[in-house]
Structures are given as C-alpha cells and as structure tokens.
C-alpha cells in the first residue's frame, strides 16, 4: 500500500511565533507537522554570510558558510559542499572605518580572537569561517541579528519522545576516504565536546550511520550503493522514517524501503545554550558531505507509511504559485539616448514637464528653477512620546509612507514603537487618527505588521493586480535581506518566506513600478564608497526587475572586480564586500548593481551623503521621475572648525534636495534652492528635513508631508521635538522653464507630432509678465494663422490654458487700444490645431516675467 502525506501549507505567512501550520493526518498515525524546508533556491553565486531560508512557518534559518555553495539542483538549485572560498583578507591598514570604535568592528570576525580559559576552540572569525550551512546560539562576540532559533529547543532535535521524518534529495559528485555530514546538531561550545546527534553518508557507499550521543546509538542504516555511487552521479529521494513507539527507524530511496536497521532508542540533547545545527560538515568543520543536498524537510510525525513514489518538488507547497495579475502599462519611454535620433518626437498626447529640456531645441534667456513647496501646517505633533523608551519612534522621522487608497482615504505608514509598522488616517489630509486594527504593541493598536525593525519600508498600491496582492510593502526582516509582504487591503500583511534580495537592509530603500518599462525599479542604499576623509559614503544602487515575486537576481562581484573598483573610486577596504558585517550575518549592498544616486565632490564637498533618494514616478505625467534626496551634511569631518560642530551638536544636519530624470536611472539635480530645508518651523527650529515618500493630487494642488526635527542626526543631547508638516505644491509645478521680467526668454522645442486639437500650458506670468505661443514647422519657419504675431497673450497665473491665436481681424489692430478699428465682432480666435495633427511642427513660446511648468496637447 501506497500512503504519502503532503503537507498543505500557505506560500505567505505573517511571522508569529505561535503559528502552527495546516497539517494533514496520516492513515492511523499521529499528525504531521513540519518542522524545517530548505529548498536551497537561493540564487546561484550568493555571498558567504547569506541567509538559507527554511520557508516553513517555524523560521529556522542557516547562513551560507566559506564552504557552502548554491548550485544546480534537482528542483530549481542545491547546496554543494566545496572547497572553501579563498579569500584574500583585507590588512589591517585597508579596515579604517573613521569613527566606527574597534569593538565594533570586532564584532564583523576580520580579527582573530584570543581562545577563552577553559575552551580549546578559536572563537569563529572570518578566517576559520568554514562550514556550509549553519545555525547557532554561541559565537555572541559576532553579530547575529538574524535571530537563529534554540535548536535544541525545537524538534531539529531528534529523540524518540516524538515520530518523526527527515528526508531530502541527495547527489553524490566525489569519491571520499571519510565519512560525509548530512547534518549535526550540537548540544555546544562547537568543538568542546562530542553531545550531538549526526547523520552521515558512509565513504564506501554502503549506507548511512545515525550517531546520537546521549542515547549512545551508533546506527548502520543499510541503503542502495547505487545511489550512492558517485560514478554514477544522479539525483536519488531519500527518506529517513522513525517510529517512537517500536524504536524502529526506515529508509527509503526514492520511495523503495531499504533493509531495516536495528531497532534504537535516541535521546534529544539536552538544551545548550551555545547549541548549533551544521549541513554537509560537522562542528569543526570537518567530514564534508561529498555531494550536493536539494529540498532537505524535517518533519513531527511520519510523512510515509509504506513504499511510495517520489515527491515533486516542495516549493509550490510551501510557497505556492506566483500571483497573477495585469501591472498597468504606460507609452514607451520617450526621452531615452536611443531615441535621441529619431526625426521627431512622438509627442501624442502626452503631457511634457518642463523639469528640464529634454524637448527644447534652442532657447535663448531660459533658466530652469525648481520650485520649493509652500509649508502648509502641522499635521502631527511627536514631542516626548520615546522619553524613557530608548529607540521608540527613533525611525518614525525618516520613514513615512504617504498613500491614497481606492476609497480616497489618505494613509499614512510609519515605524512605531521598535520598529513595528503602523498607518493613521485621514480624509482632508490634515487631521490623523490612529484606526483600532486589532493589535497592541505597547499600547498602540494601529499596527499594521507586528514585527520589530520592519517599519523602513516602501508601500507600493497597485491597483491592477489581484485583490490579495495589491498592497505590497517591501522592508528589511531581522537583518535577513530584503522581504516583501502583500495585502488584500493595507491593512493586515502576509510575508513571502524567501528574501526578494540577500542583502543587510539598513534604511529605507525604495522600489517604484515602472509602468512605462513595465518593471520594478528598485534603489537601495549601499555604504561600500568612502568620503575623501575615509567615512561611510552613503550611496544607493540601482536594480530593475520585471517583479518582485521573491528570490531577485543579481550579479555576484568577484574580489578582482572590486580590487579594480578600488583603483578607481573611493571604496571600503572591507574586500570582498561581504566581509562586512561578520560571518553569520549578511552583508550590506556593495557592486551587485549599478550605483545611480552618490554625493558629488565639486558639488556637495567632502562632508555630504544622501541619507535617501525618495524616488517617485509622477503618477500625472509619463516620462518623469522625481527624487527627493535627503541630503546629510556630516560634521565629524572637513573643516577643523567644522568637526567642532560635532562636539557641540552631534552628526550634523539634513536638508531635502530634488532632482528629476526622464528614465530614473540619470539624474538632473537642483540643489538650490532648496526643496525642503531647515529653519524655523512655527515654534520649533528645525534642523533636520526627511521628506515622507508619495504625494496626494487635490484638485490643483500636490500634497507632500515632511517630518521635521529639532535634534540633529545623532545629536549629543536629544530634545525630542518633532513635528510632521503639509506640504503644498502646485500641480505639475516641481520645476518651471523660467524667462526674466526684464527681457523676453524664448523656448522652441525639437521638432514634434501631436494628437489633439488644443494645446494647453500650466503657467505662472503674475501680473505683468505675458507668453505668446506659435507653431512652426519642421524647417523652423511661423505656420500661417499659427504664428507668435497672432498668438493671443496668455497671462496671469493658470494651471491649464489653451493657448489662442486671432484667425481673422488682426489688421485691425493698432499700437493703441483706442485706435481700434472696428468691434470685437470683427475679430476671431481659435486654440484649434487640429489641422496640424500628425504634421511634424516645432512648438515656440516667447515669455517674460513667466515660469512655464508643462505643455500638453489635448483633444477637447
């Protein structure tokens, strides 16, 4: 009889503690849990110090050691037991890391440490980082945010008080004169003793011996020596099945039941608190599993019951199917180098921002301005609120989400107390309140995602994907990498196990829909440049992905690569770049992708990083990304009387500055004036400036929010006054083609076909300033009856005017109104240019005293 148990598992998962996954009961047995999955999905060439997810609900992760490597599996990818990595160790003299103290950066494992009294083990660093696979609760000198489980307090740890099932795919690749770890679990201190419970791959390919100290077992499991022949090398099931009640264990290759092993009794270890849990080595490093292990699963209860046929993959059981869903889909790019020679642009319908002059063919007294928003009033007051609460609110400043849900609702997501995600609401996006969402955290109860160190996040609402996905929050997970959780409503979040990258998430990172490439494009901030003075340069790297259904590429960097890098540009000495943070927990963002956002030296001097970019793609024009960086000015270095400054305030410093791009990735800066700048804010002197990520269209308006502070970054003495700010911006009026009042300025553009029958201007001429509008054609000469001696004046200040030209009674007209010859009756205007349509035309408007925010051809 044929009996296989699967188990039916949800793809997302919100990461609760208490979560106890569906199960199905086998005929007659007691229930089937699982425990652990390691698909071993991670992309190829990951790093060192990556984490391997196991993507059941119990979160019990390993990180990738020197000797693990992700390589072709049986389903999708697998871990391979090689050779440890080489690594060329950066000296001493390439570690300076400015004001970064000693003890911190003994905690990242590129020092070796002293053995302790009464241990034998050298405490792991980089250089004797070489395992494969591991979790542990020792090695406290190093970093660990990743937050590994008590293995021995789950049930990795293997006994006979439960059933229980360990099965996996297994390939052999080498022949070997030792012994193969498939797993060990230590009791600890690695290495002081020998309290583990092991199974491995006998050399003469006879079979498996399960070793259990406590119950002092040392089991022969016989097996098929041609699955384990590595001559022959292919990819074989094997299951290990343990009867509590008869103390009988089974194996099983690819479903056939192998010869019995003796009956044994095993022991769990008891609790360590230095435990660990090692695939493909033992604790020392030793015994390397001679082949490649895919989709190992632990399990409570007895997955089989009698012979069966091989299981398919386990990744749609436990991570489902892909959502499905139609992402909106804008006009191609129109500013990009490859169409930089085409004859025309394509105009059509599209509205143009003047936010640079990517259309304009010549012009002549024409400054491009940006145009800082009017300080509207406080919406929020935060003052006090993390008194006594060390790190409570401390992200809120840099970190808003500011969104308009389908209702019209505005939203507002933020870090709260530890990090957790919360949202107030508003409808006329000044008064907020906290919504009662049925979870406390510390007497908060608009929580939207209950998880520490979450609340740096970008919240992505699209509209065109499937209910159940359309809200997506993309943040950082316990230091894992970068995760994304999806929502039916914004409200009540699920997290997709596996990371959507691999990477330390520090800050808040931002990823954008691209509806005119149809991809995701993703910025994330990355510390590997170093300022002229030797600090942190905080920059950020650009991705692109078609979407961000987890795992994403990208491509690994080999350390000859980034010695060359170092050769042209200012960067860590910190090489390979995943050194960084330690051996077990992950490295922060390097040259995995192209940096697009850095501090310029002859513009922003030695002293400058972009805290955050805030990358928004104008939901009102295509062909235009806006960027709100954060700049930070730093005070530790520079100047010897600018460093006093640090003495007296602290870090120093922020301003928000904006730029603009017509595909995202090039951008235009305008640092001044400034976007959002430090000041007096009603009673607070402020002197930091963190822009919220997103804006709300009201009729002509676009409303931003910036948090304010009266502290600077890591100032000394904290007041804590902090305020949250509307901000009002005309529509479409970031930037504004600019002519001065005391001479005209004049704009023609490339040339350009059009769709429409009017053409409309957003533009500012006050009192007495003026435009006039003509039309020309492809040879650059006036078009009858469309000229700029027939244009009708456009002035005072309009979000949306037509622009007019007189078609009949122009020569009536005199020097002097009241030479007028004849009645107005006498005169016709039209703002038609329907019969230009699909012709090749240039545009020519001639100003004064005038700012021109956009253009747009339009069918009326």
Not at 802 to 830: H, P, Q, Y
Request: aromatic share 12%.
């Amino acid at each position: 009889m044929v009996v296989l148990t699967r188990h039916l598992l949800i793809y997302l998962a919100i990461p609760i503690i208490s979560l106890t996954p569906l199960s199905v009961i086998a005929e007659g047995d007691d229930e089937v849990r699982t425990i652990a999955v390691w698909l071993f999905d991670e992309q190829q060439g990951l790093y060192p110090s990556k984490v391997l997810h196991d993507v059941s609900p119990n979160e019990n992760i390993l990180v990738l050691g020197r000797s693990g490597y992700i390589v072709d599996g049986k389903f999708g990818n697998a871990l391979k037991i090689g050779i440890p990595r080489k690594i060329d160790f950066p000296k001493s003299a390439d570690l300076q890391e400015g004001l970064c103290p000693i003890s911190r950066m003994k905690r990242t494992g590129l020092f070796e440490y002293e053995i302790p009294e009464g241990r034998t083990v050298e405490p792991m660093n980089w250089q004797n980082a070489k395992f494969a696979a591991l979790m542990t609760s020792g090695e406290d000198h190093l970093r660990k945010q990743v937050r590994f489980p008590q293995v021995t307090q789950t049930g990795l740890n293997l006994g006979s008080v439960f059933d229980w099932t360990v099965e996996f795919w297994y390939k052999p690749t080498r022949g070997t004169q030792e012994d193969g770890v498939i797993f060990e679990l230590g009791k600890g201190p690695r290495g002081e003793n020998e309290i583990v419970t092991r199974l491995l791959v006998k050399a003469d390919g006879s079979g498996f011996t399960f070793f259990n100290q406590p119950g002092e077992v040392l089991l022969h499991i016989p097996s098929d020596s041609d699955a384990l022949d590595p001559k022959i090398g292919e990819w074989h099931h094997m299951a290990f099945v343990y009867n509590a009640k008869n103390a009988q264990l089974k194996h099983y290759v690819n479903g056939t039941l192998q010869e019995l092993p003796k009956k044994s009794v095993f022991r769990v270890l008891d609790r360590g608190i230095e435990d660990y849990f090692s695939i493909g080595m033992d604790g020392m490093w030793g015994r390397a599993l001679p082949g490649k292990l895919d989709e190992m699963r632990f399990s409570y209860g007895k997955v089989y019951t009698g012979e069966f046929d091989p299981p398919e993959s386990f990744s749609e059981l436990y991570l489902g199917s892909p959502p499905e869903y139609s992402m909106k889909k804008g006009p191609p790019l129109l500013f990009t180098e490859d169409r930089l020679e085409e004859s025309f642009v394509p105009l059509g319908e599209r509205k143009y921002l003047f936010i640079d002059d990517a259309i304009v063919e010549e012009s002549e007294n024409i400054s491009f301005a940006v145009n800082p928003p009017k300080i509207d009033q406080m919406v929020m007051r935060i003052d006090g609120l993390d008194e006594g609460e060390p790190g409570s609110w401390e992200r809120f400043r840099k970190h808003l989400n500011i969104v308009e849900d389908e209702h019209g609702l505005i939203r507002l997501y933020t870090a709260l107390d530890d990090d957790y995600l919360g949202v107030f609401l508003s409808r006329d996006g000044i008064h907020f309140e906290a919504p009662d969402l049925g979870r406390e955290h510390k007497g908060r109860r608009n929580i939207v995602i209950p998880d520490a160190r979450v609340g740096t996040g970008k919240m992505i609402l699209e509209h065109e994907a499937a209910e159940k996905d359309r809200w997506k929050y993309i943040t950082g997970y316990r230091r894992r990498g970068v995760y994304v959780y999806t929502s039916p409503d914004g409200y009540s979040f699920n997290r997709y196990r596996q990371a959507l990258l691999p990477f330390w998430y520090g800050t808040q990172n931002y990823v954008i829909y691209d509806d005119q490439r149809q991809k995701f494009l993703g910025y994330w901030r990355t510390g590997f440049a170093r300022t002229p003075a030797g600090h942190t340069q905080r920059e950020f790297v650009f991705s692109k992905t078609n979407d961000i259904i987890p795992p994403m590429s990208f491509s690994p960097v080999s350390d000859e690569a980034q010695r060359q890098e170092a050769k042209r540009r200012r960067i860590s000495g910190t090489i390979p770049q995943y050194l960084d943070n330690g051996p077990l927990i992950p490295g922060r963002f390097g040259m995995d992708f192209p940096t697009v956002f850095s501090p310029e030296d002859h513009i922003d001097g030695p002293s400058a990083g972009i805290y955050n970019p805030k990358v928004i793609k104008y939901p009102w024009a295509p062909d235009t990304y806006l960027a709100f960086p954060i700049f930070y000015f730093h005070y530790y270095e520079g100047y010897p009387g600018q460093q006093i400054l640090y003495f007296r305030r602290g870090g120093g410093p922020t301003e928000t500055q904006f730029a603009t791009s017509r595909d995202g990735i090039t951008w235009k800066r305008y640092t001044r004036p400034v976007y959002v700048g430090i000041g007096r804010f009603d009673d607070l002197d402020v002197v930091q400036t963190f822009i919220a990520q997103g804006m709300i269209k009201r009729n002509d308006e676009i409303w931003q929010y910036v948090f304010v502070d009266s502290d600077y970054h890591t100032a000394h003495e904290r007041t804590r006054k902090r305020q949250v700010y509307r901000l009002i911006q005309r529509f479409d009026g970031f930037v504004s083609a600019d002519a001065p009042y005391e001479r005209y300025g004049t704009i023609i553009t490339r040339p350009l076909q059009f769709d429409g029958n009017r053409l409309v201007l957003n533009i500012d001429t006050d009192a007495h300033g003026y435009a006039l509008v003509g039309l020309l054609d492809e040879n650059g000469n006036p078009i009858k009856g469309f000229s700029i001696q027939e244009s009708v004046v456009i002035n005072g200040d309009h979000i949306a005017i037509e622009a007019e030209w007189i078609k009949r009674g122009i020569e009536r007209f005199r020097e002097n109104i009241r030479d007028f010859d004849g009645t107005i009756d006498d005169v016709e205007m039209s703002g038609d240019v329907s019969s230009l349509e699909g012709r090749t035309i240039r545009v020519k408007i001639k100003m004064r005293g005038a700012k021109l925010y956009s253009m747009q051809f339009v069918n009326k």
